[in-house]
């Protein structure tokens, strides 16, 4: 069965940092186009990167320098690592996937994997 679970959101200051987490199971994340969104309240999905079979990472412009997305093949795993958090980037996060896509989109309908989602809160 094809799933995704994220986990490591949660409270932090405004400057702080945090890791998500996403691991994969039923597919291969190297054999796949990984993506984290973000969703705030009252908002629509946000996408905040993709990293794709070749391990090309992207990053939307908005977000670029503050958020970096990387695997770990070996674990199945897909990270997202955010430095400078401020009140803005609260939201629900989630990584998605088109498994056994190595090329990715930038529209979150062509994702049919979802998570369940992490929330993060940063307070200033």
């Known amino acids: 069965q094809v799933q995704l679970a994220e986990s490591g959101g949660g409270s932090v200051q405004a400057e702080g940092s945090l890791r998500l987490s996403c691991v994969a199971s039923?597919?291969?994340?190297?054999?796949?186009?990984m993506a984290w969104f973000r969703q705030a309240p009252g908002k629509g999905r946000e996408r905040i990167g993709t990293?794709?079979?070749?391990?090309?990472?992207f990053g939307a412009n908005s977000v670029k320098a503050r958020f970096i997305i990387s695997r770990d093949a070996a674990a199945n795993t897909l990270y997202l690592n955010i430095t400078g958090l401020a009140p803005d980037d609260t939201a629900m996060y989630y990584c998605?996937?088109?498994?056994?896509?190595?090329?990715?989109?930038?529209?979150?309908?062509?994702?049919?994997?979802w998570g369940q989602g992490t929330l993060v809160t940063v307070s200033s």
């Open positions: 998605a996937a088109r498994v056994n896509y190595r090329w990715c989109s930038v529209a979150a309908t062509d994702y049919p994997v």
């Open positions: 039923g597919f291969s994340v190297r054999e796949s186009c």
């Open positions: 990293i794709r079979g070749d391990d090309s990472a």
